[in-house]
């Protein structure tokens, strides 16, 4: 059993990874207007006044210390929202009690971790035929200081067992815990490549969008395609 404790520390080298977020989620502009948790504060406070929706946009904050929130950079909206707007379903080291920003070290391994998870969720809506979903691509920067390193741990280990999260629930718990600022591990949906799990937005230095991608859906994922590029995007993606 794979126990926290048992994996050795990452020393800090600054890296660029990739995510892939549904483009229906805009980001949230609050978190980009501010340079630090007080005029945070300040605006969440006035905002609060005249837009009722500003709760649902924002989502959980009490889920994350505002210290942990990198306000001032490229793209403090994509590093936080992870960690406020929560599935509840969960993910592979999270029971869906808190947040994790997951990252890859390639475009593709994103792009083939979201085509899984894609792929799942859609072929258990009934009478969907045909559909096009939009993606945003992202580019994050961000440090390893701290963090575990679990891709010494075998493919073969349960905590990457391909549906069954009960053992990485528990190693995601522990890091949570312990205040671990996050796990490398083995991708599971692009063997031989390394992901991220965060659990915290603290590391991040930046977060920016460099492409639009679309994947086709004709009773599975028929085709992932990239649409724009960060310099040549149509306005109808925006």
């Given at each position: 059993?794979?126990?926290?404790?048992?994996?050795?520390?990452?020393?800090?080298?600054?890296?660029?990874?990739?995510?892939?977020?549904?483009?229906?989620?805009?980001?949230?502009?609050?978190?980009?207007?501010?340079?630090?948790?007080?005029?945070?504060?300040?605006?969440?406070?006035?905002?609060?006044?005249?837009?009722?929706?500003?709760?649902?946009?924002?989502?959980?904050?009490?889920?994350?210390?505002?210290?942990?929130?990198?306000?001032?950079?490229?793209?403090?909206?994509?590093?936080?929202?992870?960690?406020?707007?929560?599935?509840?379903?969960?993910?592979?080291?999270?029971?869906?009690?808190?947040?994790?920003?997951?990252?890859?070290?390639?475009?593709?391994t994103?792009?083939?971790?979201?085509?899984?998870?894609?792929?799942?969720?859609?072929?258990?809506?009934?009478?969907?035929?045909y559909?096009?979903?939009?993606?945003?691509?992202?580019?994050?920067?961000?440090?390893?200081?701290?963090?575990k390193?679990?891709?010494?741990?075998?493919?073969?280990?349960?905590?990457?067992?391909?549906?069954?999260?009960?053992?990485?629930?528990?190693?995601?718990?522990?890091a949570?815990?312990?205040?671990?600022?996050?796990?490398?591990?083995?991708?599971?949906?692009?063997?031989?490549?390394v992901?991220?799990?965060?659990?915290?937005?603290?590391?991040?230095?930046?977060?920016?969008?460099?492409?639009?991608?679309?994947?086709?859906?004709?009773?599975?994922?028929?085709?992932?395609?990239?649409?724009?590029t960060?310099?040549?995007?149509?306005?109808d993606?925006?």
């Amino acid at each position: 059993m794979v126990e926290l404790a048992g994996l050795a520390v990452l020393s800090g080298e600054s890296l660029q990874a990739y995510r892939l977020v549904n483009s229906k989620f805009p980001p949230i502009a609050l978190f980009e207007d501010v340079a630090d948790a007080a005029d945070f504060e300040a605006l969440y406070q006035l905002q609060a006044l005249t837009n009722p929706r500003l709760q649902n946009e924002v989502g959980r904050l009490e889920l994350v210390p505002r210290d942990e929130i990198p306000f001032g950079i490229p793209g403090c909206s994509y590093a936080t929202a992870p960690f406020t707007h929560v599935n509840p379903a969960g993910s592979r080291f999270s029971d869906g009690s808190f947040g994790v920003l997951y990252l890859a070290d390639r475009l593709e391994t994103a792009i083939a971790e979201v085509r899984h998870h894609q792929e799942r969720y859609w072929s258990n809506v009934a009478g969907l035929n045909y559909e096009r979903f939009v993606f945003r691509g992202l580019a994050c920067s961000f440090s390893d200081l701290g963090m575990k390193d679990a891709t010494v741990v075998p493919l073969t280990d349960p905590i990457y067992a391909p549906d069954d999260y009960s053992h990485s629930h528990r190693l995601g718990k522990q890091a949570k815990r312990e205040a671990c600022p996050g796990l490398r591990y083995n991708s599971v949906r692009s063997p031989g490549a390394v992901c991220w799990a965060l659990m915290t937005p603290r590391p991040v230095a930046s977060i920016i969008q460099t492409s639009h991608f679309e994947m086709i859906w004709s009773g599975q994922i028929i085709s992932v395609n990239q649409i724009t590029t960060a310099e040549s995007r149509p306005s109808d993606l925006h």
